[in-house]
């Protein structure tokens, strides 16, 4: 069965000007690099480009709620413009690097995400933890 295309519920799009943006030069993505640092992806996803995706670093967390998460972020990022599911807000980035902080931490995971990308590439972080007002129950406190 195929996926129904979602785009048009994703009202932020048009809330951050895409369509204007696609009409430039590199406006689709093209030329630029995207890194990920979570926990986990599905990079087989019907909307993602498995082709045009590496892991770089880091043990994958193994985890559905990680992998959901993941894959949402680089899909609402580079999902492709294939008429199912959704569609990225730049779906023709060059390639997507990810790196998990699984047994390398969030900071190395940074830094070889980060040594994958020249100028004007974009790394993107998707990570929070405990603050000053975490009282020790769930993610309340968080930053």
């Known amino acids: ?8 519920r994703q009202g932020y ?31 087989g996803h019907e909307d993602l480009p498995g082709d045009r995706y ?12 990680w992998r ?14 294939n008429g199912v599911g959704m569609l990225g807000l730049v779906p023709e980035v060059d390639h997507i690097y990810t790196a998990s902080l ?6 190395r995971a940074f830094f070889e995400a980060a040594k994958r990308l020249n100028a004007g590439d974009v790394l993107i972080v998707e990570l929070h933890g405990p603050g000053p007002n975490y009282k020790g129950r769930g993610q309340q406190g968080f930053v």
């Open 102 to 107: 699984g047994g390398i931490g969030a900071a």
């Open 68 to 81: 959901a998460h993941g894959t949402a972020v680089v899909g609402v990022v580079a999902a492709r413009d």
């Open 1 to 8: 069965m195929k996926t129904p295309a979602y785009d048009r």
């Open 54 to 65: 590496t892991h770089v670093a880091g043990r994958r967390m193994g985890n559905a709620a």
């Open 13 to 43: 799009r048009a809330a951050l000007g895409m369509e204007p943006a696609w009409a430039l030069p590199g406006g689709r993505g093209q030329g630029v690099q995207v890194a990920d640092v979570e926990g986990e992806w599905n990079e």
